[in-house]
């Protein structure tokens, strides 16, 4: 059983990888504990009931899972409906797996469940002998019955099995692989013309006769952009400021306490004499952030810092110096350097600017539509990119060596899918007259130069393509007969989840 589990759903996703003989691990662990399917089933599928016992187990496997692969960056609590979902479904899949295998006829035998027991090492003696004292305490314990387990263990060794039958069906020829290999590996360098369709463009060309018509009929737009632009329109009170920071513990004893102000005081001392409060930070400063700059805080608004500090800090004047300030992060000293008042400016200030200016910015877009519609035609005529955008003045954007990647990312231009499919299809020298949109720019494309992989690069790769090939099409496989089980066990009310008994902890 253990043998059919490692070379029949080793390539499960990982959402239900563990759930088909993650059971089996009470082979190994027998302190687990694992109750039979009780009467109040969070999740029932089919026949298949799961209460609070199996789903907290599956969760914790999960939870297990994600505490490998994060390390220290795992956090239960903020992971909390993540593992409760990924448990859920686990479970969910798990069944449907070995419902489909009952439906397409294979069966468990008692036989072949006692055959998996006896050569599991976990139920042997000092001796090497099968100990059916231990096997029946384990059953009993974690079970309930030996009907539990049976029943348990043939939903295992079903999904098992129509894990095998998935892999059988998953079939990836050499040529396949190759193919494919070939594709990643080739490599090419294009040109490109970009031209930004949503630049300000000329606003001093827009008459105050279209200003005022597009505010008598598109004013929503204008006040869209000004509520994207809330940052610079609607400014609140802030304050530019330096510190110098002496670290102190908050359950720091009377000594150090005293100790730390008086060398702070001593600081402030020397700035109150005359020296300059940024060589004595950028010298006596425990702020690493800001030690280099002199202190130097830069512009914060009210609740980005803490509170005794902000509070001093707002009710300074520019250019005075706070008595000492204690905080959880230490004793400070605080100068500020300037105050702004918060500010607001109305709609009604600005409203004619930003009409303008989206006029400006739509006379740009026909402008660079037109020019790029003039270089589409040069290229059909029979020019190249290249000869086309010199000859209207532009400068061509050049790439390094690019493979295909599946965002279509070009270093300079951005995410560009189809323009990259594009240019894989092109030929040395070609260039396209297809207009393609980039983020705010139209883009046309040239190929360079394309560089084939070597043949002993491809034969380096081809089992490891393959293998990852097979690997999706049988993923392929059972997800589409996961999906449509659910769909008819769902309709068929034969499908039912409620995770509240466990999502109210």
Request: charged share 30%; hydrophobic share 40%.
């Given at each position: 059983?253990?043998?059919?589990?490692?070379?029949?759903?080793?390539?499960?996703?990982?959402l239900?990888?563990?759930?088909?003989?993650?059971?089996?691990v009470f082979?190994?662990?027998?302190?687990?504990?694992?109750?039979?399917?009780?009467?109040?089933?969070l999740?029932e599928?089919?026949?298949?009931?799961?209460?609070?016992?199996?789903?907290?187990?599956?969760?914790?496997?999960?939870?297990?899972?994600?505490?490998?692969m994060?390390?220290?960056?795992?956090?239960?609590?903020?992971?909390?409906?993540?593992?409760?979902?990924?448990?859920?479904?686990?479970?969910?899949?798990?069944?449907?797996?070995?419902?489909?295998a009952?439906?397409?006829?294979?069966?468990?035998?008692?036989?072949?469940?006692?055959?998996?027991?006896?050569?599991?090492?976990?139920?042997?003696?000092?001796?090497?002998?099968f100990?059916?004292?231990?096997?029946?305490?384990?059953?009993?314990?974690?079970?309930?019955?030996?009907?539990?387990?049976?029943?348990?263990?043939?939903?295992?060794?079903?999904?098992?099995?129509?894990?095998?039958?998935v892999?059988?069906?998953?079939?990836?020829?050499?040529?396949?692989?190759?193919?494919?290999?070939?594709?990643?590996l080739?490599?090419?360098?294009?040109?490109?013309?970009?031209?930004?369709?949503?630049?300000?463009?000329?606003?001093?060309?827009?008459?105050?006769?279209?200003?005022?018509?597009?505010l008598?009929?598109?004013?929503?737009e204008?006040?869209?952009?000004y509520?994207?632009?809330?940052?610079?329109?609607?400014?609140?009170?802030?304050?530019?400021?330096?510190?110098?920071?002496?670290?102190?513990?908050?359950?720091?004893?009377?000594?150090?306490?005293?100790?730390?102000?008086?060398?702070?005081?001593?600081?402030?001392?020397?700035?109150?004499?005359?020296?300059?409060?940024?060589e004595?930070?950028?010298?006596?400063?425990?702020?690493?952030?800001?030690?280099?700059?002199?202190?130097d805080?830069?512009?914060?608004?009210?609740?980005?810092?803490?509170?005794?500090?902000?509070?001093v800090?707002?009710e300074?004047?520019?250019?005075?110096?706070?008595?000492?300030?204690r905080?959880d992060?230490?004793?400070?000293i605080?100068?500020?350097?300037?105050?702004?008042?918060?500010?607001?400016?109305?709609?009604?200030?600005?409203?004619?600017?930003?009409?303008?200016?989206?006029?400006?910015?739509?006379?740009?877009?026909?402008?660079n539509?037109?020019?790029?519609?003039?270089?589409?035609?040069?290229?059909?005529?029979?020019?190249?990119?290249?000869?086309?955008?010199?000859?209207?003045?532009?400068?061509?954007?050049?790439?390094?060596?690019?493979?295909?990647?599946?965002?279509?990312?070009?270093?300079?231009?951005?995410?560009?899918?189809?323009?990259?499919?594009?240019?894989?299809?092109?030929?040395?020298?070609?260039?396209?007259?297809?207009?393609?949109?980039?983020?705010?720019?139209?883009?046309?494309?040239?190929?360079?130069?394309?560089?084939?992989?070597?043949d002993?690069?491809?034969a380096?790769?081809?089992?490891?393509?393959?293998?990852?090939?097979?690997?999706?099409?049988?993923?392929?496989l059972?997800?589409?007969w996961i999906?449509?089980?659910?769909?008819?066990?769902?309709?068929?009310?034969e499908?039912?989840?409620?995770?509240?008994?466990?999502?109210?902890?």
């Amino acid at each position: 059983m253990l043998r059919i589990i490692r070379e029949g759903q080793r390539w499960i996703t990982g959402l239900f990888i563990l759930a088909v003989g993650g059971v089996f691990v009470f082979f190994m662990v027998p302190g687990q504990r694992r109750a039979g399917p009780s009467g109040g089933a969070l999740i029932e599928v089919g026949d298949y009931r799961f209460g609070v016992p199996e789903f907290e187990n599956e969760r914790e496997r999960r939870a297990e899972q994600y505490r490998e692969m994060l390390g220290d960056q795992f956090d239960a609590n903020a992971l909390d409906d993540v593992l409760n979902e990924v448990a859920a479904r686990s479970l969910i899949e798990r069944a449907i797996l070995a419902i489909e295998a009952s439906d397409l006829g294979l069966v468990v035998s008692k036989s072949e469940i006692e055959q998996a027991v006896l050569e599991s090492g976990g139920f042997r003696d000092a001796n090497g002998r099968f100990d059916q004292k231990a096997f029946d305490d384990f059953v009993t314990y974690q079970y309930g019955s030996q009907r539990n387990f049976v029943v348990d263990q043939r939903m295992n060794m079903l999904a098992a099995k129509m894990a095998r039958l998935v892999e059988e069906n998953a079939r990836v020829s050499e040529a396949e692989a190759r193919a494919t290999l070939l594709q990643r590996l080739e490599e090419v360098q294009i040109a490109w013309v970009a031209l930004s369709s949503q630049s300000q463009g000329d606003i001093d060309a827009v008459t105050d006769e279209q200003v005022q018509k597009f505010l008598a009929t598109r004013e929503e737009e204008a006040r869209t952009l000004y509520s994207q632009r809330a940052a610079i329109y609607d400014v609140p009170e802030q304050v530019r400021a330096r510190h110098i920071l002496l670290q102190l513990p908050r359950d720091a004893d009377e000594a150090t306490v005293a100790a730390t102000e008086a060398r702070a005081q001593a600081l402030l001392d020397r700035i109150r004499a005359g020296e300059d409060f940024a060589e004595i930070a950028t010298e006596e400063s425990d702020d690493s952030g800001s030690k280099a700059n002199g202190g130097d805080l830069g512009y914060f608004g009210r609740g980005q810092m803490v509170k005794p500090f902000e509070d001093v800090a707002f009710e300074l004047e520019p250019g005075t110096l706070s008595d000492l300030v204690r905080s959880d992060f230490g004793i400070h000293i605080i100068r500020v350097e300037e105050h702004k008042q918060a500010s607001k400016t109305p709609f009604e200030d600005v409203r004619e600017t930003l009409a303008r200016e989206l006029l400006a910015g739509e006379a740009k877009s026909e402008v660079n539509r037109a020019l790029a519609e003039k270089l589409a035609a040069a290229v059909r005529s029979g020019e190249s990119l290249e000869d086309a955008a010199r000859a209207e003045g532009l400068t061509l954007e050049r790439s390094g060596w690019l493979r295909r990647r599946p965002d279509g990312f070009v270093p300079g231009l951005g995410a560009a899918q189809d323009l990259m499919s594009t240019a894989f299809a092109l030929e040395a020298g070609q260039s396209s007259d297809r207009i393609f949109e980039v983020g705010d720019k139209l883009a046309l494309v040239q190929l360079l130069a394309r560089q084939i992989p070597e043949d002993v690069d491809v034969a380096k790769g081809i089992d490891a393509t393959r293998e990852e090939l097979r690997n999706q099409k049988r993923n392929q496989l059972a997800q589409s007969w996961i999906e449509s089980r659910r769909k008819a066990l769902a309709e068929a009310g034969e499908l039912a989840v409620d995770l509240r008994p466990v999502s109210r902890r």
